[in-house]
């Protein structure tokens, strides 16, 4: 039996095709490539078309064998030519996996040189910074003397006009304390219909551990801040149910928020030893925030912020054993009554402004005089854990205290005493009395609300489970309209009838 041949290469052809025009067997992808540039039979050069080839049926199963390959001498040649194109194959991969080896050793040298250059930047940059921040400090604590006043440190101290605004302050606030009518307060039967009308979970990070701090604006209830562990500082809109800004500058989690009640400023308290006092450029409240001052006073976490009812100065506490007053305008430390007995997790400025109450590391509550040199006053005790909390009632009779093992306790500050103690389940992370000091919420595993009309004990009038996490922050809006909750759980609640 004969061997079909293609007329092009000269050997069998794999799918053979038939030209009944020229007579002649192709092999099918040689004659159609030729067809395509040519349209001439390469052989004959008689002009072709596919249509003029015919398939042919052939054995498919075992493929003809070149004919190279139908002697013994010229299947050996076939061999020796693939173990040669084999070994040259070879070598060039050795030489290409060598010259491979070869780049790649030098490319993680240099990456090498350029992470130790990296981190000798980084170290720089770091201590520049350090640097920085130490001549700021410097600089804005920093006054002139003229010999006849003794100035603490940079200290500008306390004034007799600084003094003489808060004494009159507090009389005014004094003489219409007793005068004082809230007709748009909510009424015992609303709170007890409160339930839960927002919840968000999506304004700070999730990656972080959860929400540590909240306030709400003192007039608008639409304007709350809270603070996280994400080290962020967030801005939300109730109303609208949005974040609307987010502060970044802290290193470490926000430990405390405070919204002031006539400017559009915000300040942050933070685990990196750091308060800082954001304020907004625009009318517009939504509009974008800067950080106007850093303050770098203390040494350790900074646990609680207060602002005065001047407006113009701010407290913070410290786990470094002191706390300090500060000055708005210039973010200067006014005051600053440090290597005290016990470090303050929480500390507050009385409604009238001329006392402050610490709650400390020791169990006890520390009240001062702020006038006559922060003279310790009285001294609180009962506690058996930390003090983490404290809320003064609007008239500023009354002050409540939490501690770490979930205890309450209710103190009359005429006398003082101890008018109640409760006790919750887990740990007393933030109270809240509201501004009329009627209603006071604390926060542990739960949220709850204390009905305080009588001024004589706390019953309990609603509580609150929605968090599946620790409650750690709580706020009343005006005329206790609404309460907000923030928590581990990475949520913010609003709470309304």
């Known amino acids: 039996m004969s061997t079909l041949v293609c007329a092009i ?39 072709l078309q596919e249509e003029d080839l015919c398939d042919m049926k052939v054995n498919k199963v075992v493929k003809p064998r070149p004919a190279s390959a139908t002697s013994i001498p010229g299947m050996l040649t076939l061999l020796q030519s693939e173990w040669d194109a084999l070994m040259s194959e070879t070598y060039e991969l050795k030489t290409n996996l060598d010259t491979t080896r070869k780049q790649l050793s030098h490319a993680l040298y240099q990456h090498d040189a350029a992470c130790r ?27 002139p003397t003229n010999g006849s006043v003794e100035i603490h440190e940079g200290e500008t101290g306390l004034s007799a006009q600084i003094i003489q605004r808060m004494e009159e302050l507090a009389q005014s606030l004094a003489k219409t304390r007793k005068q004082r009518k809230f007709p748009d307060l909510s009424p015992l039967e609303e709170v007890k219909r409160f339930k839960c009308v927002q919840s968000q979970n999506t304004f700070h990070h999730k990656t972080a551990a959860g929400v540590l701090c909240v306030d709400v604006h003192k007039a608008d209830p639409n304007r709350i801040v809270s ?97 300090a007053i500060h000055d708005f305008a ?36 520390i009240i001062w005089d702020v006038k006559n040199e922060q003279a310790t006053v009285a001294t609180l005790q009962g506690h058996e854990s930390a003090v983490q909390t404290l809320s003064f009632s609007g008239n500023g009779y ?38 009329t000091g009627q209603y006071l919420a604390v926060a542990s595993n739960i949220v709850q609300v204390f009905n305080f009309e009588t001024k004589t004990s706390l019953t309990e009038t609603v509580s609150f489970k929605d968090h599946t996490d620790a409650v750690t922050g709580l706020s009343w809006g005006p005329n206790a309209k609404t309460l907000a909750s923030v928590s581990m759980d990475h949520s913010l609640k609003v709470y309304s009838a």
């Open 330 to 365: 210039t973010g200067r430390c006014v005051r600053h009554m440090k290597d005290l007995e016990s470090a303050f997790p929480s500390m507050s400025f009385h409604p009238d402004g001329l006392i402050v109450a610490g709650g400390t590391e020791d169990k006890s509550v």
């Open 9 to 47: 290469s000269g050997v069998a052809p794999e799918e053979p095709v038939f030209s009944p025009k020229t007579g002649q067997i192709y092999e099918k992808r040689l004659i159609e490539k030729q067809i395509q540039e040519t349209g001439l039979c390469p052989v004959t050069k008689e002009e």
């Open 398 to 435: 009354y002050l409540a205290s939490g501690s770490r093992d979930g205890v309450v306790k209710l103190w009359d500050l005429r006398k003082p005493v101890n008018l109640q103690t409760l006790q919750v389940e887990g740990g007393v992370s933030s109270v809240c009395f509201d501004a």
């Open 117 to 143: 250059v990296i981190a000798r930047l980084l170290r720089e940059r770091d201590a520049a910074r350090a640097q920085v921040t130490t001549l700021q400090d410097q600089l804005s604590n920093s006054v």
């Open 227 to 323: 603070g996280g562990v994400d080290c962020q500082v967030v801005l939300y809109n109730a109303q609208k149910q949005k974040k609307v800004q987010t502060m970044v500058g802290h290193s470490k989690k926000v430990t405390a928020v405070k919204l002031h009640g006539d400017k559009d400023v915000v300040v942050s308290a933070s685990q990196d030893a750091t308060a800082k006092v954001w304020t907004c450029g625009s009318p517009d409240w939504t509009s974008p925030y800067t950080c106007l001052h850093t303050i770098h006073k203390h040494r350790a976490e900074v646990t609680d912020l207060s602002i005065h009812p001047l407006g113009d100065y701010l407290l913070t506490a410290s786990l470094d054993k002191s706390w």
